[in-house]
């Protein structure tokens, strides 16, 4: 029986105690989900991935990557997070690290949480400038503390022109930090995010900049990344992998996001509204959604990705794309990734 995998991008609250603008910011006003309306969800989600299983025949390999906002400052978040195990399904968490005391990291650990990724910028001069003065050396004693707790912790970077030259610091940090992971994303300019469009690397220095970073050998250090572009840097491909979505970007393929407020979008920064799950099946969304199918479907994609060999593989990063085009007055999610370097 064939296993697929399928995660859930769950921001629980759109509050955090950090300036960066990098953090989901919801509307104005917005009500969070209740504990009962977090049990409901939890419980159609089950029920949808059984159902999927026995439609299908196949092994559906669930997880929840829980963030905010910064999750931490939910007040319920440790009763969230059990309730969640319950269902025996993998949590890993994002957060700023800043909150995450002795006590929380050990409660994390007791509690079988996958893995915690902890947003780094850089050195803590660029850190501190991007996220608020004293955030680096707080981000860094939740490390410390998640560590001697025996997590898995990932310093995950988003990379842009603020913090590029800093990359090899970085691994440094991470490095003398004892870290298992250090992961990187692109900037997507979207949200409070917007203001930095012009900070947005072209694809020459995304190249360069992910030649290096893919380049590091550290012993116990391993660089990952979700990005679909970087995926192809390794891979041989010389036919084309066809109109069938088996890899890259998620969005409508292997995992669905959920706002705070319940609403449904594709991915954690692709802010398109598809239903909300207080009102909304997730398994119809999922299955009948314009958005959804049309993300799966190469005919309808453009420029370079329309005629890329690999877009059942890649199908560059729709947030970026998005994003991007938004910013030349289109706001065309099909678009072409504009830092695409792949030939």
């Known amino acids: 029986m064939n296993t697929h995998d399928f995660f ?22 917005a009500r969070e989900l209740s504990f009962d309306e977090i049990r409901d969800v939890l419980r159609e989600i089950r029920e949808t991935l059984w159902a999927w299983a026995d439609i299908y025949n196949v092994s559906i390999s669930p997880s929840f990557n829980v963030t905010g ?22 949590i890993f968490i994002l957060s700023n690290g800043t909150l995450i005391d002795e006590k929380k990291a050990e409660r994390l650990s007791a ?9 780094i910028e850089g050195p803590r ?58 992961g990187f994303s692109r900037l997507v300019p979207c949200g409070r995010g917007k203001g930095l469009l012009h900070e947005m690397m072209d694809a020459k220095k995304v190249k360069g900049v992910y030649n290096s970073l893919l380049s590091v050998d550290v012993e116990g250090l391993e660089i990952v990344t979700g990005d679909p572009v970087a995926s192809q840097m390794d ?23 959920l706002r705070p407020d319940g609403t449904i979008n594709p991915c954690r920064r692709l802010d398109i509204p598809l239903g909300n799950i207080r009102t909304d099946s997730l398994r119809e969304v999922w299955a009948t959604s314009e958005v959804l199918n049309s993300l799966r479907d190469k005919g309808k994609y453009k420029g370079k990705c329309a005629k890329c060999d690999r877009w059942a593989a890649c199908r560059g990063c729709r947030a970026i794309a998005y994003a991007y085009s938004m910013s030349k007055g289109e706001a065309d999610y099909l678009a072409e990734d504009p830092q695409c370097f792949i030939d």
């Open 235 to 257: 891979l041989k491909i010389n036919s084309d992998l066809g109109y069938t979505a088996s890899a890259g970007c998620a969005a409508g393929i292997s995992g669905i996001t």
């Open 125 to 182: 001069q660029i850190h501190d400038r991007i996220r608020g003065e004293g955030s680096y050396a707080s981000a860094m004693a939740g490390v410390k503390n998640l560590l001697d707790a025996g997590m898995t912790v990932t310093l995950n970077v988003t990379l842009s022109g603020l913090n590029a030259p800093f990359i090899h610091e970085l691994v440094s940090v991470a490095e003398e930090a004892g870290v298992q992971r250090l």
């Open 8 to 29: 859930i991008q769950w921001h629980l609250t759109d509050r955090c105690n950090l300036r960066c603008g990098h953090c989901y910011q919801g509307a104005a006003g």
């Open 111 to 119: 509690l079988g949480i996958k893995g915690i990724q902890v947003s």
């Open 69 to 90: 906002g910064e999750p931490f400052l939910l007040r319920n978040f440790f009763k969230v997070l059990e309730e969640i195990r319950k269902e025996e399904i993998d």
